[in-house]
């Protein structure tokens, strides 16, 4: 919000300085319709120099009265979301009340009317500096305080918070003081929420989601469940601080931003992740992934937060490298480790190749609005990475012995960087400090060429990071697959030592993955791969093969068209659904619609397409266990040209099944029709029908995607000035942009593609941070791969007033999209 002002490091420290926050009261009354909800704080705090000033954040529609001891003040001297204290005392009451407006994109309090019911919901996002959007406070994550929460609700609502909670009278709900925790952390969701309730090892558990949901929930409720008890017995395995709150509710909510939010106690997760059709197990996965994400997060920043921003990776890249960790080694998901490797890590090696790169640990982060811009692939995914690499390093053992010292020590507190690697380095006795200064303070990804059975190791920035690995030699057998010969461990310290991998069919540096690194093959080994890819015996090697050939192609070293032959080769035997998903989705996305010349994209999508049917023949009439088949399906509908094809899928659509299954479920219905409105086979008449058949919000979405799908510029336009001069909710606005941009539409876009770069900067600051993310996401031309949309991108980049949110997004694009010129180019040669 450009209205507010952001909090810089150095007003923090001074915060932090002056004052003692000790309990917060807040009081909310959410039965004042549905455009605001009155807020009430009482905070009680000590301040360290009395006669000082400060001031409390709070960003209300109206304030109405505040009060620091006893004295009245005048609420005219809010200015920028910050009310000025002064005169402090040694201790201090101050009492803030407010009407606060519902937001609809996802930050502050959201308000939702579900369209299936006509119910009405609502959910707080605090983080990261949205809590004053609900209450007043010191919003700064080391000014800690415990909480005690009082709601008034509609009498049919049940309200989930941090801590239990009872229903003192008809809607009238109080909920036990917790713990002390950050600001950002305070949770409540309301609304007549179905609820499954269990417990575990003494700890009650509950999962919540709006009633129209709730048959989908009662079907998913065993799995979830089973995995937040396998994900507590595998903390209270490793952790001898046991879980440190009251209860564990896990809230589905809609229009969520993030996958989920690790309020401590009250865990919010989008909605999507209670299925209402068919997923694959990939997505099973991501959902387990998510939940024990957020489990460690009440070790990892809940128990113990980040003192500043700066440090965020101590939440993120811990809660993602114990996720990865604890779902391989305790549910059933036991290769999640291959999608770290085929999906996940691509997202912290792309991160790290752009300009808008920074360490896993950067030195400073110097206010909120930038650390926001920290929640990106370096933060989650490079710094899993890196502590997979340093526990590879350390040992598991030493690892958990210096994390369970840090949690001893700085319990219900905040803790640095520093902190850490001291307790790291002395319970292992390594010189973890240096490790860091290499790992996690630098920028940049190292790759291992082999060349002659020598290593050439270089990095971007010249500093050449310590890697310990295995190295696998694979050779033929008489039936002409590939076997695993041996594996080979691997240091490589930083001074350039190489190792002398022996003769082999192919050698594959980092073939277990330990390292995050880029490797390129000798070229006999790469000639092995063309060959045999799909005869590599492990999935894990396979998915380190597919994702060197990817930044091959990302780097202008692979032609489009040469990884669309190892596709077309390989994937139609790939029994791995992680690999068959990310790689069909990567070659969808950025080989065949950016990186592929306009002239060859029809013949390139259309040996997608046959690769995606010959999964679909071989799949036919198994039970499709992993979701193979239906990721097949997706792809079939999604390359699907042309007359005959456009018939083919009406007639699934109208027979409501793809033959030989599976039936078709709401997803796949309007992912069918969405490919139908593309290429004019389909229009407002069945888009209209759809909707009247299923008014959820799903179906909002679906037909707000299908209505700025259609080709003509009628349908273009209305799509346009939603998106980008409209109220749009977050959701919507996502649909809708991904509807409006077709790579068949090209020429219909063109125009749209120039006004997109005149447009973004003043829609993407008047909508805020959320919607600036879509809008340079989903939003942006991506498949208009062409100097000129470079140029433009340049040129808008070149405009100051960009918020920062805006600027990071076009930043990322950019880079993109002069990678896919690129590869472009090197077809065009
Ligand atoms: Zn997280």
């Not at 201090?92 to 959201?110: C, F, I, K, R």
């Not at 990567?586 to 994209?601: I, K, M, Q």
């Amino acid at each position: 919000m450009s209205d507010t002002s952001v909090l810089t490091r150095a007003e923090a420290v001074e915060r932090h300085r002056l004052l003692d926050v000790r309990t917060v009261h807040l009081d909310l009354d959410l039965t004042r319709g549905r455009e605001v909800f009155g807020s009430t704080t009482v905070i009680r705090f000590g301040c360290t120099t009395p006669g000082a000033g400060t001031y409390v954040d709070v960003k209300p529609a109206g304030l109405r009265r505040v009060v620091l001891n006893g004295r009245e003040l005048d609420v005219g001297a809010l200015r920028s979301g910050r009310f000025p204290l002064t005169d402090l005392a040694a201790d201090n009451e101050l009492t803030v009340e407010a009407d606060m407006a519902y937001s609809h994109t996802g930050e502050g309090m959201h308000r939702f009317a579900d369209p299936a019911d006509g119910e009405d919901y609502v959910y707080t996002q605090s983080f990261l500096d949205d809590g004053p959007r609900v209450f007043a406070s010191f919003d700064q994550p080391d000014l800690k305080a415990r909480y005690t929460v009082s709601v008034t609700a509609p009498p049919q609502w049940t309200v989930v918070g941090n801590s239990v909670g009872r229903q003192v009278s008809p809607g009238r709900w109080e909920f036990a003081p917790t713990p002390a925790i950050s600001s950002y952390l305070v949770s409540v969701v309301a609304g007549p929420l179905h609820s499954v309730r269990a417990e575990h090892d003494g700890i009650p558990l509950g999962l919540h989601c709006r009633r129209s949901l709730a048959a989908h929930l009662d079907a998913d409720a065993p799995e979830l469940l089973e995995i937040t008890r396998q994900g507590f017995d595998h903390y209270h395995r490793v952790f001898r601080h046991r879980y440190p709150f009251d209860s564990y509710d896990q809230c589905f909510v809609p229009e969520f931003n993030p996958g989920a939010m690790e309020n401590p106690g009250c865990v919010t997760l989008r909605d999507e992740y209670v299925f209402r059709s068919a997923v694959a197990d990939t997505k099973r996965e991501e959902r387990a992934l998510v939940v024990v994400h957020e489990m460690a997060h009440m070790w990892f920043g809940d128990l113990v937060t980040m003192k500043w921003w700066d440090d965020l990776w101590l939440n993120e890249s811990f809660a993602e490298y114990m996720a990865y960790s604890v779902t391989a080694a305790s549910t059933r998901f036991t290769s999640a480790w291959t999608g770290f490797a085929a999906d996940r890590k691509t997202w912290g090696y792309d991160a790290d190749q752009r300009p808008s790169t920074h360490p896993v640990a950067p030195g400073t982060v110097d206010d909120t609005a930038q650390a926001l811009q920290n929640f990106d692939g370096i933060s989650y995914s490079k710094g899993a990475a890196a502590l997979r690499q340093l526990v590879a390093w350390l040992g598991e053992e030493a690892f958990l012995a210096g994390v369970n010292d840090y949690f001893d020590e700085h319990a219900f507190g905040n803790a640095t960087l520093d902190d850490l690697l001291r307790a790291l380095a002395a319970a292992s006795g390594r010189d973890v400090h240096g490790w860091a200064d290499r790992w996690l303070r630098t920028t940049g990804v190292d790759t291992l060429r082999l060349t002659d059975g020598r290593i050439e190791h270089t990095s971007a920035d010249g500093g050449r990071r310590p890697h310990r690995l295995t190295v696998g030699h694979y050779r033929r057998t008489a039936e002409g697959t590939l076997e695993l010969a041996d594996r080979v461990p691997l240091d490589l310290a930083a001074d350039g030592a190489v190792a002398q991998p022996g003769a082999a069919e192919l050698t594959l540096l980092n073939d277990t993955d330990l390292s995050f690194v880029k490797i390129r093959l000798d070229p006999g080994s790469w000639q092995t791969v063309r060959s045999s890819l799909g005869a590599v015996p492990e999935e894990l090697a396979r998915a380190v093969l597919w994702s060197a050939a990817r930044d091959q192609v990302r780097d202008g070293e692979l032609a489009p068209g040469e990884y669309l032959e190892l596709v077309a080769a390989h994937l139609p035997g790939e029994t791995s659904v992680h690999l068959v998903d990310a790689v069909l989705s990567f070659a969808r996305e950025f080989v065949v619609d950016c990186a592929v010349p306009p002239a060859g994209r029809a013949a390139a999508l259309a040996g997608l397409a046959q690769v995606c049917r010959t999964l679909l023949r071989r799949t036919d009439g198994e039970p499709d266990r992993t979701g193979l088949r239906l990721v097949a399906v997706r792809g079939v509908i999604g390359t699907a040209v042309g007359e005959s094809q456009a018939a083919e899928l009406r007639g699934w659509l109208a027979a409501g099944t793809v033959p030989g299954g599976p039936l078709l479920d709401p997803d796949l219905r309007w992912q069918l029709l969405l490919r139908l409105c593309v290429l004019g086979a389909a229009g407002e008449p069945e888009i209209a029908a759809e909707l009247a058949a299923d008014p959820s919000d799903t179906s909002e979405q679906g037909a707000a995607r299908c209505r700025a799908a259609l080709p003509d510029r009628e349908a273009k336009e209305a799509a346009w000035q939603a998106l980008f001069h409209g109220e749009l909710s977050n959701y919507l606005a996502t649909a809708t942009a991904r509807g409006l941009w077709q790579p068949e539409q090209a020429e219909l876009l063109d125009e749209l593609t120039t006004r997109y770069f005149e447009e973004l900067g003043s829609a993407a600051g008047r909508r805020g941070p959320a919607l600036a993310r879509v809008l340079t996401t989903v939003g942006f031309p991506a498949f208009a791969a062409t100097e000129r949309t470079v140029r433009a991108a340049e040129a808008c980049l070149a405009d100051p007033d960009l918020t920062a949110a805006t600027r990071r997004g076009l930043v990322d694009q950019l880079d993109t999209l002069r990678r896919a010129v690129r590869a472009r180019a090197l077809t065009e040669q």
